[in-house]
């Protein structure tokens, strides 16, 4: 992982000079952020950002992506607007950026599920996820549960899988639809324990995690931005932790993995642009983007989230998503999900 820009001394040339101290601000800003000082010189932005959520307000990804846009409008001096487009799993939203004018004005900040699960799950999901695309930054990763209704007989992995081996097929989990993430993250946890569940489908993941709390289901796989609150409140119980290792959220939460070794997913929030953005708008939506990730309030909205950023270069980011793209398309291949 990378870490932001530093901040370069000035030379002695430069230091002899002895410019005004707005001349010196605007200079340490121009070395330490080369690509928002070239942005910025040629104009851009002159207007507001719209900034496309490929899902509803109140989720994950839209909870993130109102954290770190505020900031980010700050820097570059325009509002960075948050447009929700729902529908198709984030098909709909990540298809109209696809299609949109790459000047900059129009980006995406989506989630994995959304940029690399989707092109596996849907035939036709109206987009490529790397041609389509400039990868600007890596945004946030989030911090991902199996929780349980506090009537639920277990506390544990390992007693869950006790129970699902006793009763096979008995118990049932939520999601927030067919294929989501959270689907696909219990499946594979279903195969590797070698037990039975039943899946029931919900709409969004606020409403799977609301049936959860209500006792109508058992159990479900959940994102922390989206339960953690229910959690907090003793409304829900964490079973364990997706993420490979444990969340700073819940340090005393354990992970899956430490009862199933070599389980373990990282859930990611990421901003792209159209393909054919200009090098300098990328360059500068990334520098302000890490220069957001620094600010210590940001990092602290980010974790009460159950998040914490994710610093990489573009080109990294870029690799990144390739590099996600077959194992997800193994994981919808053995669940058997599709959607067309």
């Known amino acids: 992982m990378t870490t932001p820009p530093s901040e370069h001394p000035l030379s002695p040339r430069l230091q002899a000079a002895q410019p005004s101290r707005r001349g010196l601000l605007a200079l340490a800003g121009a070395l330490a952020l080369p690509g928002l000082a070239r942005a ?95 990868p600007v930054a890596a945004v946030a990763t989030a911090g991902y549960v199996l929780v349980a209704n506090q009537s639920f007989p277990g506390n544990s992995v390992k007693d869950l899988i006790a129970l699902a081996k006793a009763r096979p097929g008995a118990l049932s989990y939520a999601s927030a639809g067919n294929g989501t993430l959270n689907h696909l993250i219990a499946e594979v946890l279903l195969k590797q324990a070698g037990i039975e569940m039943q899946h029931v489908p919900y709409k969004s993941s606020a ?99 159950g998040a914490e950023p994710w610093r990489l270069s573009s080109a990294q980011f870029g690799t990144a998503v390739r590099n996600e793209l077959p194992r997800w398309e193994k994981i919808v291949k053995d669940s058997g999900a599709r959607v067309d």
């Open 40 to 134: 910025q010189a040629a104009g851009y932005p002159a207007r507001a950002v719209t900034v496309v959520v490929p899902q509803g307000a109140g989720g994950a990804n839209d909870a993130i992506a109102r954290i770190v846009l505020q900031r980010l409008g700050e820097l570059l001096g325009q509002p960075f607007i948050v447009e929700n487009r729902v529908g198709a799993g984030g098909n709909i939203g990540t298809a109209h950026v696809a299609k949109a004018r790459p000047d900059g004005y129009t980006l995406l900040l989506t989630s994995d599920s959304a940029q690399v699960v989707a092109p596996s799950l849907y035939k036709s999901p109206g987009f490529d996820p790397v041609k389509d695309f400039e």
């Open 207 to 305: 409403a799977a995690a609301t049936d959860v709390v209500s006792g109508q289901v058992p159990l479900s796989v959940q994102s922390l931005p989206s339960c953690i609150g229910f959690i907090q409140a003793g409304k829900l119980k964490v079973l364990g932790v997706v993420n490979p290792k444990r969340v700073a959220a819940l340090p005393d939460a354990p992970t899956i993995a430490e009862t199933l070794p070599g389980f373990g997913f990282t859930p990611w929030y990421g901003l792209f642009a159209p393909a054919g953005t200009p090098r300098e708008t990328v360059a500068a939506l990334h520098a302000a983007m890490e220069k957001t990730l620094s600010a210590k309030d940001v990092q602290d909205r980010l974790a009460q989230q």
